[in-house]
């Protein structure tokens, strides 16, 4: 019995976790080779209603709330970690444009977003900085009726794939800090930009890279939120995101801890199953307590946004927690597989697919502050 998930939700989740186990889950280690996003895979989970659940009717989703995108989540996650990051940009993506987006503007980016006819970027690290994201460089500046952008972003997830952009630049001063930065939606195929791509140690069929800007021309409309103030609106959306990648990378955990216990328990070593040793056996208990604990406190932070409820700290919690939380576990997981999980394949796969959420989208000592902040009050917790 789960407090958070009722039937409905629980049939939601078996339903992504058949499609995850049939269509995603067979082209995890050639999507990692090939570093190849399969376009006709996120259609198909257009189709489905797979991404961005959440999403009210008119703005292209289904209006079933928070938890639902979090058992979708999951369920593609433990087939493929990549494969999940396109829901994760849809519902961050699709929440920021239709709550700050012109309708005739992002209607129709989240039409095709949500039928899996478009993926997405955000659009916010530079090269001089990443966890100080106020303090931003790239230039934004109103010519007419038009924005004009120049500048370059970096480490950006799904940079030379993505069809648009959510880019945060500065439109005020530099000493505005984050009072000074506008975000607006950018086409790819906009004139000017261009991308590179980075060679990652993981989720590499979804892949990160740059973002050059110069001269680069978007109409004003395109402007999410108001000017100057776009990073304090726009960022608001990025508790929701780190909830969903609690739930993401603890799937992808859950999914080694169940393969290793029935490893486990098959192999055998002086006459006895692998599991009738301590040594063996107490680890993954250890680590199967904790990955189902925190995945209570990453569906609690969805229970509280659907309930509109504060949920900043244990949206925090769940980022911070569930990332390092999944890499020990899977680390785990992969030294009780022995070579045969050391070796190329599934486990040291998603070894180095979870390893990259402890560094973007905000790394543990940010988190940690965001949660004293929380706590004790930014005038406590300045820096």
Request: aromatic share 6%; hydrophobic share 40%; glycine share 10%.
């Given at each position: 019995?789960n407090?958070?998930?009722?039937?409905?939700l629980?049939?939601?989740?078996?339903h992504?976790?058949?499609?995850?186990?049939?269509?995603v889950a067979p082209?995890f280690?050639?999507?990692d080779r090939?570093?190849?996003l399969?376009r006709e895979l996120?259609r198909e989970?257009?189709r489905?209603?797979f991404?961005?659940?959440?999403l009210?009717?008119?703005a292209?989703g289904?209006?079933m709330?928070?938890?639902?995108?979090?058992?979708?989540h999951?369920?593609i996650a433990a087939a493929?970690?990549?494969?999940?990051?396109?829901?994760?940009l849809?519902?961050?993506n699709?929440q920021?444009?239709s709550e700050?987006g012109q309708p005739h503007?992002?209607?129709?980016w989240l039409?095709?977003l949500t039928q899996?006819e478009a993926?997405?970027?955000?659009?916010?690290?530079?090269?001089?900085?990443g966890?100080?994201a106020?303090?931003l460089?790239l230039?934004v500046?109103?010519?007419?009726?038009?924005?004009?952008?120049?500048?370059?972003?970096?480490s950006?997830?799904?940079?030379?794939q993505?069809?648009?952009?959510i880019?945060?630049g500065?439109t005020?001063?530099?000493?505005?800090?984050?009072?000074?930065?506008?975000?607006?939606?950018?086409?790819?195929d906009a004139?000017?930009?261009?991308?590179?791509?980075?060679?990652?140690h993981?989720?590499?069929a979804?892949?990160r890279?740059?973002l050059?800007?110069?001269?680069?021309?978007?109409?004003?409309?395109?402007?999410l939120?108001d000017?100057n103030?776009?990073f304090v609106q726009v960022?608001?959306?990025?508790?929701?995101s780190r909830?969903?990648?609690?739930l993401?990378?603890?799937?992808v955990?859950?999914?080694?801890?169940?393969?290793?216990?029935?490893y486990?328990?098959q192999?055998?070593?002086?006459?006895?199953?692998l599991?009738?040793?301590?040594g063996v056996s107490h680890?993954?208990?250890d680590h199967?307590?904790?990955?189902s604990a925190a995945?209570?406190?990453?569906l609690?932070?969805l229970w509280?946004k659907?309930?509109?409820l504060?949920?900043?700290?244990?949206?925090a919690?769940c980022?911070?927690?569930?990332?390092k939380?999944a890499?020990?576990t899977?680390?785990?997981c992969?030294?009780?597989?022995g070579?045969?999980?050391?070796d190329?394949g599934?486990?040291e796969q998603?070894?180095?697919?979870?390893l990259?959420f402890?560094?973007?989208?905000g790394?543990?000592?940010?988190?940690?502050?965001?949660i004293?902040?929380?706590?004790a009050?930014?005038?406590?917790?300045p820096?």
């Amino acid at each position: 019995m789960n407090p958070y998930l009722d039937d409905d939700l629980q049939a939601l989740a078996e339903h992504a976790a058949r499609f995850a186990q049939d269509r995603v889950a067979p082209g995890f280690q050639e999507r990692d080779r090939t570093r190849v996003l399969d376009r006709e895979l996120m259609r198909e989970m257009g189709r489905m209603g797979f991404i961005a659940p959440e999403l009210p009717q008119d703005a292209g989703g289904q209006g079933m709330g928070c938890l639902a995108a979090g058992v979708i989540h999951e369920a593609i996650a433990a087939a493929d970690l990549s494969i999940s990051y396109i829901n994760l940009l849809a519902s961050l993506n699709g929440q920021i444009l239709s709550e700050h987006g012109q309708p005739h503007v992002a209607g129709p980016w989240l039409e095709k977003l949500t039928q899996g006819e478009a993926l997405l970027a955000i659009a916010l690290t530079e090269p001089r900085g990443g966890s100080d994201a106020a303090n931003l460089r790239l230039r934004v500046e109103r010519v007419g009726g038009d924005y004009v952008i120049n500048g370059e972003k970096t480490s950006i997830s799904a940079a030379d794939q993505a069809d648009a952009a959510i880019v945060f630049g500065r439109t005020g001063s530099v000493e505005s800090g984050a009072h000074g930065v506008t975000a607006l939606l950018v086409p790819c195929d906009a004139p000017g930009l261009t991308r590179s791509r980075f060679d990652c140690h993981g989720q590499r069929a979804i892949g990160r890279g740059s973002l050059f800007f110069e001269n680069v021309r978007v109409p004003a409309d395109h402007r999410l939120g108001d000017e100057n103030k776009g990073f304090v609106q726009v960022m608001q959306g990025f508790d929701f995101s780190r909830a969903l990648i609690g739930l993401q990378v603890l799937a992808v955990a859950r999914a080694a801890l169940d393969e290793s216990w029935e490893y486990a328990a098959q192999r055998e070593a002086f006459g006895l199953p692998l599991t009738a040793f301590q040594g063996v056996s107490h680890p993954l208990a250890d680590h199967d307590t904790q990955v189902s604990a925190a995945r209570l406190l990453c569906l609690q932070a969805l229970w509280l946004k659907d309930h509109g409820l504060p949920h900043s700290a244990e949206a925090a919690m769940c980022k911070w927690w569930a990332p390092k939380l999944a890499y020990d576990t899977i680390h785990q997981c992969l030294l009780t597989h022995g070579h045969g999980g050391y070796d190329r394949g599934v486990m040291e796969q998603r070894l180095r697919d979870v390893l990259g959420f402890q560094i973007g989208d905000g790394t543990a000592q940010i988190m940690k502050t965001i949660i004293a902040r929380t706590r004790a009050g930014r005038k406590a917790v300045p820096i």
